[in-house]
């Protein structure tokens, strides 16, 4: 794996999975091709994305790993994805100004 990211996040670890099937096929172009409780492997023309979140008190803690250079398309996708969870929980999350809305 070449690029990594942690985040920490209010929400739940299957909300962080289920926001990250919502997501990231449509985005990236990617097909789940693992998934457990913690966690799920993305894969496709674009790379391989590892995600984990585990919980930690009142916090989740989400690791992606990808196969790609933080430069490339599905990087800046990944990073957008993690920008969007949630930090405390009056935050709204989503996409900014200038970003769609999926």
């Known amino acids: 794996m070449m690029a990594g990211y942690v ?6 670890p299957g909300e962080v999975l289920l926001r990250a ?8 172009g990617l097909s789940r091709s693992k998934a457990s409780g913690h966690g ?4 496709g023309e674009e ?7 585990h919980a930690h008190s009142h916090y989740t803690e989400v690791t992606v790993q990808t196969d790609r250079l933080r430069t490339s398309r599905m ?14 929980a009056e935050d709204r999350g989503g996409p900014g100004d200038g970003d769609p809305k999926i």
Request: avoid cysteine.
């Open 75 to 88: 990087d800046y996708e990944i990073q957008k994805f993690m920008n969007r969870l949630p930090y405390e």
């Open 7 to 12: 985040r920490k996040t209010v929400l739940a």
């Open 21 to 28: 099937e919502e997501i990231l096929p449509v985005r990236i």
């Open 47 to 53: 790379g391989t994305v590892i995600l984990s979140a």
């Open 40 to 43: 799920a492997t993305y894969t």
